[in-house]
């Protein structure tokens, strides 16, 4: 019980602070998959949804000082909030999440962005695990690797979509042209 809270029999009251279900995404199909199951949590929880889009200025923080400068970073936000808004959009219409939604284009990196979003040990942070294979883990570090070693609440690591692994072998194939079999897709 909080501070000014009545005990059992004196009845209770309720904290006017909301929890947040924080959620990262990228427009990619395994963020949009993270942004559902963050939704049914914020409803299961009577939690706000708070939903990160983070971005980064072209060459890092010199963007802010290379051609361009602040014009250009004006123009990668906007971008960004664009990125967000279609995300948004594409996940849940126009009947939206069925919670109260807070949506946030942050420059930063994703892990930090997604971290720092969050309000304190009571909240839920969800993040997408993607497919990760050696190479990408070389070039890009793991955002959900990330969260779980810095947040200060529980995270919930949701896998790609069982689809998304036919849809990459359906797209090597049509890369490489080798031909595809219409019985492999019933099967």
């Known amino acids: 019980m909080g501070a000014g809270d009545n005990g ?111 309000s304190g040990p009571e909240d839920l942070l969800v993040v997408g695990t993607g497919a990760r294979g050696a190479v990408r883990r070389l070039l890009r570090p793991s955002v959900a690797r990330h969260c779980l070693a810095h947040a200060p609440c529980p995270v919930l690591t949701v896998p790609p979509s069982p689809l998304q692994a036919e849809l990459d072998t359906v797209h090597r194939r049509n890369v490489w042209r080798l031909p595809l079999d219409a019985r492999e897709l019933a099967e």
């Open 8 to 118: 059992p029999d004196e009845g209770w009251t309720v904290d006017a602070v909301r929890h947040r279900v924080v959620v990262g995404v990228s427009g990619s199909s395994g963020s949009l998959t993270a942004l559902h199951r963050a939704a049914a949590e914020a409803r299961v929880r009577g939690a706000e949804l708070w939903v990160v889009l983070a971005w980064q200025a072209p060459g890092g923080d010199i963007g802010s000082r290379g051609p361009g400068g602040v014009p250009m970073l004006a123009a990668v936000k906007a971008a960004a909030v664009e990125r967000l808004r279609l995300a948004l959009d594409a996940a849940f219409g126009p009947a939206g999440p069925g919670v109260t939604l807070a949506g946030h284009a942050v420059r930063a990196t994703a892990g930090a962005a997604l971290v720092d979003a969050v």
